[in-house]
């Protein structure tokens, strides 16, 4: 069974940083792209990051500066680094991986950004 588990979510100031972790289960993790999505109240899901298998990156243009995402494959993990955090990156972050015929999502973890 797949499992996708996000945490490191929380309150912060803007200009400050979080780093998001997935740990992920179930699933041939070494050969797997992951990905980053946010979910913010009034918008569409959008993809933040992914890391493929050979770890090339990819980032949607409002981040590209600002976060980074590594991947450990002994532990099985993702992460997300987010730098000089904005109000407008407020949102429900969710870990993704297409695995067999399925994506998966993690649970989600809330970021919060304000004074």
């Known amino acids: 069974q797949v499992q996708l588990v996000e945490s490191g979510g929380g309150l912060v100031q803007p200009g400050r940083s979080l780093r998001l972790s997935c740990a992920a289960s179930g699933i041939s993790f070494s050969f797997n792209t992951m990905g980053w999505y946010r979910h913010a109240p009034g918008k569409e899901r959008e993809v933040v990051a992914s890391?493929?298998?050979?770890?090339?990156?990819n980032f949607a243009d409002s981040v590209k500066v600002r976060f980074a995402i590594t991947r450990d494959n002994a532990k099985n993990t993702v992460y997300l680094q987010l730098n000089s955090l904005k109000p407008e990156d407020k949102a429900v972050y969710y870990c993704n991986t297409l695995y067999g015929p399925k994506n998966h999502w993690g649970q989600g973890t809330q970021v919060t950004v304000s004074s």
């Open positions: 890391i493929t298998s050979s770890g090339l990156t």
